[in-house]
């Protein structure tokens, strides 16, 4: 089945750094999406990106489909970014598979 | 804000006891998921729903989780005896169709099973 590696797993910056996060699938996708989840559990949607490059406010999301990675760029961090960040994967079926996560923490 | 309400936030059954979570999805949305998070933050997917009709479940699924999307009522999704490993975060998402569309979460059903 669809496997989806993130990297790296742990991340600490200081506040306005920049934070690169990648994500590897080994199947064909037809949609991903990036996920904040707070440390209270609630998921929150940031992009839905399946191929190219979106922007979102501070979010910028590129996926190259033939390579089979995604990448998600924030830009001038904030402490409020902490968190950890999920990449999903939807494959040729229904269902959402996700990645092993980036926990992010930005100190002041 | 989430527009996929689930209820309720939290639940404490003992072993054996049945534990029901409700969902209501985005109005709109035909299509439901109930995914599992565990301890260790894994994510499973358990069932999914295009309007009332089960598209995919998995084997646990079918043996001790009944889930079901009425007409005009919540899904919902029972544990018909808990076990001590069901313990975890029960999070409900609906999408307007399956392939290539966002999935909008709602903030979950922590169940803690004692």
């Known amino acids: 089945g669809q496997q989806v590696q993130q990297s790296p797993a742990s991340l600490v910056l200081q506040e306005g750094e920049n934070a690169e996060l990648q994500c590897n699938f080994s199947?064909?996708?037809?949609?991903l999406q990036w996920f904040y989840q707070s440390p209270g559990g609630s998921l929150v949607s940031l992009l839905s990106?399946?191929?190219g490059t979106k922007h979102t406010g501070r979010l910028t999301s590129t996926t190259v489909t033939k390579e089979r990675r995604s990448s998600l760029h924030i830009s001038s961090s904030q402490t409020t970014d902490s968190g950890t960040y999920l990449c999903?994967?939807?494959?040729?079926?229904?269902?959402?598979?996700f990645g092993t996560g980036t926990s992010l923490l930005v100190d002041p | 804000n989430s527009k996929v309400i689930q209820t309720p936030r939290y639940l404490v059954k003992g072993q054996g006891q049945k534990a029901k979570m409700r969902c209501i999805p985005e109005?709109?949305?035909?299509?439901v998921f109930w995914y599992q998070q565990n301890k260790n933050n894994e994510f499973k997917f358990l069932i999914n729903?295009?309007?009332?009709?089960?598209?995919?479940q998995i084997d646990m699924t079918e043996k001790r989780f009944s889930a079901e999307c009425p007409s005009n009522s919540p899904c919902s999704l029972e544990i018909q005896s808990s076990e001590a490993g069901d313990s975890a975060l029960y999070l409900c998402?609906?999408?307007?169709?399956?392939?290539?569309?966002?999935?909008?979460f709602g903030e979950g059903s922590r169940l803690i099973v004692v």
């Open positions: 998402a609906s999408s307007l169709g399956t392939a290539g569309n966002t999935l909008y």
């Open positions: 199947s064909t996708a037809t949609q």
């Open positions: 990106n399946p191929s």
């Open positions: 999903a994967i939807v494959d040729m079926g229904y269902k959402l598979t």
């Open positions: 109005k709109g949305h035909p299509v």
């Open positions: 729903f295009q309007n009332q009709e089960v598209l995919q």
